[in-house]
């Protein structure tokens, strides 16, 4: 789960999924980090990246080098996700990240500007995340805070890969891998993941790095 409402989403995967659940990684904005049972909760920087958003993107990568094909994979996205989340692509520094994103907020971008520049400087938006799942099972419930409900905007599209089709859960977008299968259980999950989940604010953005929070 990653994004400012992370942990309340995580709460509600993990009870839903119950002793189904093997493990994960909950990213949340510095300062609103709670323990998730199960879970391992790091927090990181929002609204500018730092060191914090590539130990993040460190920790969910190599959680992601464990899942097996036959894994399901859930996983939660809100916004802030593309500041909280981050593995850079080869070439590019953290100044360069930060520069932009700084002179972007300065500049008043619109959103969906901001993510689409964002992607090109990493390895984990645009669906980079869900390739790093592999075959595996992939659901990813989104709680939308951008007008239209954009799935390439929310976030930064971690795990909008190629031949991904979009449902619509209640009055929330889920993402649904088109080699799911049988995903009603998931759903189902989704209904309930959604009436409880909303986003938070939760803290300020500082320069520390990124810090655990004990289960």
């Not at 493990?23 to 949340?28: E, H, K």
């Not at 209640?170 to 409880?196: F, H, I, K, P």
């Amino acid at each position: 789960a990653v994004g400012k409402a992370s942990v309340p989403m995580a709460r509600a995967l993990a009870e839903a999924a119950g002793d189904r659940l093997s493990g994960g990684v909950v990213v949340a904005k510095r300062g609103s980090g709670r323990p998730v049972a199960g879970l391992t909760v790091i927090e990181s920087a929002h609204p500018v990246p730092d060191e914090s958003s590539l130990e993040a993107g460190r920790v969910v990568l190599e959680a992601a080098s464990h899942v097996r094909s036959e894994d399901a994979v859930w996983f939660a996205l809100s916004g802030g996700a593309s500041s909280l989340l981050e593995s850079l692509a080869p070439g590019v520094q953290l100044t360069d990240l930060i520069d932009l994103n700084r002179r972007m907020l300065a500049e008043g971008c619109a959103i969906g500007e901001m993510n689409e520049r964002r992607k090109r400087l990493s390895q984990i938006k645009a669906g980079g995340l869900s390739r790093a799942f592999g075959q595996a099972v992939q659901v990813c419930f989104v709680l939308s805070d951008v007008i239209g409900n954009d799935l390439q905007t929310i976030g930064s599209a971690p795990m909008l890969a190629p031949g991904v089709e979009h449902r619509l859960v209640g009055s929330s977008l889920v993402s649904l891998r088109s080699t799911a299968g049988d995903s009603a259980g998931a759903l189902e999950a989704a209904d309930r993941l959604m009436q409880r989940a909303s986003p938070s604010a939760g803290g300020a953005n500082t320069s520390a790095g990124a810090r655990y929070v004990p289960g």
